[in-house]
């Protein structure tokens, strides 16, 4: 069984520019998180979706936004970058939503976004 | 707010000895899953054990056991017979059980790095 794959692994952007990463959930997994994952701020939650519906958001400016597909591929997208947002950024799937005592999140290995 | 504290940055252990891991939170949540999470340097985090805040019993995964003490709001990690591939970043996560958001979000410790010496 294929594990969360996320794409691209690294990349490289310039302050003000935008990026998009894209994670696919193990098969048959309906929710997503996503997790920004900094030194100094450690790791921090962005957003879950469930059924392409947005369940819950981070603390995070509305430049960090989201989205799920009808196959439960997730991409989230960050605008105007700036510096700090340098960060391995970890998407999660696991079976069902939030609250559900079975809910074990499986992690991908992230993407390492670097912003000059 | 729920926080989670690990108080140890560095942790070192050598090669099939015994080393405990701390972690305290706060919450005032009575129902919650704590988990411990292994990252090494793939960067892909891999969950190690979970508990459940209900289960008076300490949860156990061959060489790593808890100790939750609710109480205290403790849940320490044990790892036995320690491997050079249990070398990685470890990190203590709660969940809570409310759907007015903490069902749905990992609450993450700063981490141990846990290094396994011959």
């Known amino acids: 069984k294929a594990g969360v794959t996320q794409t691209p692994r690294y990349l490289i952007k310039t302050r003000g520019q935008q990026v998009t990463l894209s994670c696919s959930p193990i098969s048959g997994h309906r929710s997503v998180s996503w997790y920004q994952q900094t030194p100094g701020q450690g790791l921090q939650f962005l957003f879950e979706y469930f059924s392409e519906t947005q369940r819950n958001k981070g603390n995070f400016p509305g430049r960090f936004s989201g989205r799920q597909f009808s196959n439960s591929r997730s991409e989230m997208n960050v605008s105007t970058l700036e510096l700090g947002d340098s960060a391995l950024y970890l998407c999660?799937?696991?079976?069902?939503?939030?609250?559900?005592?079975?809910?074990?999140?499986?992690f991908g290995a992230g993407s390492r976004l670097t912003v000059l | 707010a729920q926080t989670v504290t690990q108080s140890q940055p560095e942790m070192s252990v050598q090669e099939a000895e015994t080393v405990t891991l701390s972690c305290t939170y706060d919450t005032s949540e009575s129902d919650y899953y704590l988990f411990w999470y292994k990252q090494p340097p793939s960067r892909q985090m891999i969950l190690v054990i979970r508990q459940e805040a209900y289960k008076q019993q300490n949860a156990t995964e061959n060489r790593f056991s808890v100790n939750f003490q609710k109480a205290a709001k403790s849940f320490s990690l044990k790892i036995s017979d320690s491997q050079l591939g249990d070398a990685a970043m470890y990190f203590c996560?709660?969940?809570?059980?409310?759907?007015?958001?903490?069902?749905?979000?990992?609450?993450f410790g700063t981490g141990t790095r846990l290094q396994v010496t011959l």
């Open positions: 999660a799937s696991s079976l069902m939503a939030g609250n559900s005592g079975a809910n074990v999140l499986t």
């Open positions: 996560a709660y969940r809570g059980t409310l759907n007015t958001g903490t069902a749905s979000k990992l609450t």
